[in-house]
T-cell receptor, first 115, second 113 residues
Framework: GESVGLHLPTLSVQEGDNSIINCAYSNSASDYFIWYKQESGKGPQFIIDIRSNMDKRQGQRVTVLLNKTVKHLSLQIAATQPGDSAVYFCAEKGPRGGGGNKLTFGTGTQLKVEL | KAGVTQTPRYLIKTRGQQVTLSCSPISGHRSVSWYQQTPGQGLQFLFEYFSETQRNKGNFPGRFSGRQFSNSRSEMNVSTLELGDSALYLC????????????FGQGTRLTVV
């Protein structure tokens, strides 16, 4: 049968508002997490990362929060701009010594910034 | 510092053919990982090469293979192409040691007809 495309959740925000994108990860042993932004026709672009010994990390206009108890990751974007419109992916990496750099990606969230 | 370079950007192949994609990582990076991105399955890990050795492998059939050269450049090959192999193939470069971010190339868009 025909495969069904992944239904990407969409978050629509007004320019200047804050955005919060959520992600549930699967492996409780994962100890490194990355958020990527992917614009149409481009490869994923690194935004920010966080290690499992932290619960919050801030970058320029972005903050990542990690809740290991419920295996939840969130990306907060302050003062969202039209250039932030893209698909956002969270990715997790297994524990050190678990073998290499394999990243497991979430399904992604489409962020739309309205003027 | 140059980014990750993938060639070609676009490719159209016929079912049954084979294809080779190339990835040049960031200078100094020793790890190259390959991912397949499709609307149906999202981003899926194919394999990782580090210092010319396959270090990790995803759940793809043996038709998908790769290799890495001494200069860290990597190629992936898909033999006996199927329509379902149509996808964006992405290469990610990282230092390969410790927890460091992976940087992606623009990808190769493969269409199988």
């Amino acid at each position: 049968g025909e495969s069904v495309g992944l239904h990407l959740p969409t978050l629509s925000v007004q320019e200047g508002d804050n955005s919060i994108i959520n992600c549930a990860y699967s492996n409780s042993a994962s100890d490194y997490f990355i958020w990527y932004k992917q614009e149409s026709g481009k490869g994923p672009q690194f935004i920010i990362d966080i290690r499992s010994n932290m619960d919050k990390r801030q970058g320029q206009r972005v903050t990542v929060l990690l809740n290991k108890t419920v295996k939840h990751l969130s990306l907060q974007i302050a003062a969202t701009q039209p250039g932030d419109s893209a698909v956002y992916f969270c990715a997790e990496k297994g524990p050190r010594g678990g073998g290499g750099n394999k990243l497991t990606f979430g399904t992604g969230t489409q962020l739309k910034v309205e003027l | 510092k140059a980014g990750v370079t993938q060639t070609p950007r676009y490719l159209i192949k016929t079912r049954g053919q084979q294809v080779t994609l190339s990835c040049s990582p960031i200078s100094g990076h020793r790890s190259v990982s390959w991912y397949q991105q499709t609307p149906g399955q999202g981003l899926q890990f194919l394999f990782e090469y580090f210092s010319e050795t396959q270090r990790n492998k995803g759940n793809f059939p043996g038709r998908f293979s790769g290799r890495q050269f001494s200069n860290s450049r990597s190629e992936m090959n898909v033999s006996t192409l199927e329509l379902g192999d149509s996808a964006l193939y992405l290469c990610a470069s990282s230092s390969g040691t410790g927890d460091t971010e992976a940087f992606f190339g623009q990808g190769t868009r493969l269409t199988v007809v």
